[in-house]
């Protein structure tokens, strides 16, 4: 496993440690984490966003990279990067990481030059990207998302709470999800645990196996086009919310301190589909509703709002509730 700057050595040298020429440095540390004195910290992490993407697409030593006296990366990366960041790159490689010049090359020529790297495709563009998943932050978290449909230079995008918006291209590659696992990252322990304590118990189980294209914004590698994913799903009985106390709260008409203690519980209930009509179920196990939890209370005036959050995984977002 590579991770960042560090690359496991071979021939009994020390971890770390680097060989002369740079021949087993890892590509990341021809720019350091943290910007130099008298760069601008948010360009030189902005272009060092696109240097991280280099290990996924097979090259992760400078030696793979380098022809001579010179840093040979894919011109196709170049076309996607804003001037300013091409800039950053470039003067961080020839002046702090490699002291090397950076030369922006086509695809056939870079295999020329650097034949033991993985050939690469272009990003997708355009409909290409249609049925792609994307995510968008939110006050609690992380809103999914599917591209719809493109047109002219737009990107029609449908978020899973129901709101639809229009995304440049850019916008699109900035909230792209290469795979399933890093939406899940919003999917909370404590997410996990309210819906753990809900289940009174298994009864049944299925192995479902689903095949997936890699279709992405970025250059990718042509030998990773297709991947498949094996899961486990579980049907299980729930137990009846706890709602006691907050019902008769609530019909004693203390509406607030009803939502306090929903929010101090963390109280598990179940919200049906017509419930709140704007959510979209992103996975077809959430068609007819919905387990939720209170995350918070406000009180403006005379108007009780309680934030309600899924909890299900690839579910987790947030809505307001009105009283």
Same mark, same amino acid.
């Given at each position: 496993?590579? !991770?960042?700057?560090?690359?496991?050595?071979?021939?009994? $040298?020390?971890?770390?440690?680097?060989?002369?020429?740079?021949?087993?440095?890892?590509?990341?540390?021809?720019?350091?984490?943290?910007?130099?004195?008298?760069?601008?910290?948010?360009?030189?992490?902005?272009?060092?966003?696109?240097?991280?993407?280099?290990?996924? !697409?097979?090259?992760?030593?400078?030696?793979?990279?380098?022809?001579?006296?010179?840093?040979?990366?894919?011109?196709?990366?170049?076309?996607?990067?804003?001037?300013?960041?091409?800039?950053?790159?470039?003067?961080?490689?020839?002046?702090?990481?490699?002291?090397?010049?950076?030369?922006?090359?086509?695809?056939?020529?870079? #295999?020329? #030059?650097?034949?033991?790297?993985?050939?690469?495709?272009?990003?997708?563009?355009?409909?290409?990207?249609?049925?792609?998943?994307?995510?968008?932050?939110?006050?609690?978290?992380?809103?999914?998302?599917?591209?719809?449909?493109?047109?002219?230079?737009?990107?029609?995008?449908?978020?899973?709470?129901?709101? #639809?918006?229009?995304?440049?291209?850019?916008?699109?590659?900035?909230?792209?999800?290469?795979? $399933?696992?890093?939406?899940?990252?919003?999917?909370?322990?404590?997410?996990?645990?309210?819906?753990?304590?809900?289940?009174?118990?298994?009864?049944?189980?299925?192995?479902?196996?689903?095949?997936?294209?890699?279709?992405?914004? @970025?250059?990718?590698?042509?030998?990773?086009?297709?991947?498949?994913?094996?899961?486990?799903?579980?049907?299980?009985?729930?137990?009846?919310?706890?709602?006691?106390?907050?019902?008769?709260?609530?019909?004693?008409?203390?509406?607030?301190?009803?939502?306090?203690?929903?929010?101090?519980?963390?109280?598990? @209930? !179940?919200?049906?589909?017509?419930?709140?009509?704007? !959510?979209?179920?992103?996975?077809?196990?959430?068609?007819?509703?919905?387990?939720?939890?209170?995350?918070?209370?406000?009180?403006?005036?005379?108007?009780?709002?309680?934030?309600?959050?899924?909890? $299900?995984?690839?579910?987790?977002?947030?809505?307001?509730?009105?009283?």
């Amino acid at each position: 496993m590579t !991770w960042e700057d560090m690359l496991p050595e071979k021939g009994g $040298q020390q971890e770390g440690q680097e060989k002369e020429g740079g021949g087993e440095r890892g590509i990341m540390t021809i720019m350091g984490q943290e910007a130099p004195e008298g760069r601008e910290p948010e360009r030189w992490r902005s272009a060092r966003k696109w240097l991280r993407k280099l290990p996924g !697409w097979g090259i992760q030593t400078l030696r793979e990279a380098r022809k001579e006296g010179s840093v040979i990366l894919p011109e196709m990366m170049r076309l996607l990067m804003r001037e300013e960041e091409v800039k950053e790159l470039e003067w961080a490689v020839g002046n702090e990481g490699a002291q090397m010049e950076v030369v922006w090359v086509g695809e056939g020529q870079r #295999q020329a #030059q650097t034949p033991g790297t993985p050939k690469l495709r272009d990003a997708a563009r355009g409909a290409e990207l249609i049925g792609g998943t994307v995510r968008q932050r939110g006050k609690k978290g992380y809103v999914a998302g599917k591209v719809i449909g493109f047109e002219g230079t737009e990107y029609e995008v449908r978020l899973s709470s129901g709101q #639809q918006v229009k995304w440049s291209e850019e916008e699109v590659r900035h909230g792209w999800i290469e795979d $399933q696992y890093i939406m899940r990252r919003g999917w909370t322990a404590k997410d996990q645990r309210t819906l753990q304590e809900g289940v009174r118990g298994v009864l049944a189980k299925t192995v479902k196996e689903k095949r997936h294209r890699h279709i992405s914004p @970025f250059p990718s590698r042509i030998d990773g086009r297709e991947w498949e994913v094996k899961e486990t799903w579980y049907t299980c009985s729930m137990r009846a919310p706890a709602v006691g106390r907050a019902k008769s709260l609530l019909m004693e008409g203390k509406d607030l301190q009803a939502a306090e203690l929903l929010v101090t519980q963390g109280t598990l @209930f !179940w919200a049906p589909a017509k419930t709140w009509p704007e !959510w979209i179920a992103v996975s077809p196990t959430s068609k007819t509703g919905w387990w939720v939890k209170a995350t918070g209370v406000r009180k403006e005036g005379k108007q009780l709002t309680l934030e309600i959050r899924r909890v $299900q995984r690839d579910e987790f977002d947030t809505t307001d509730w009105e009283t």
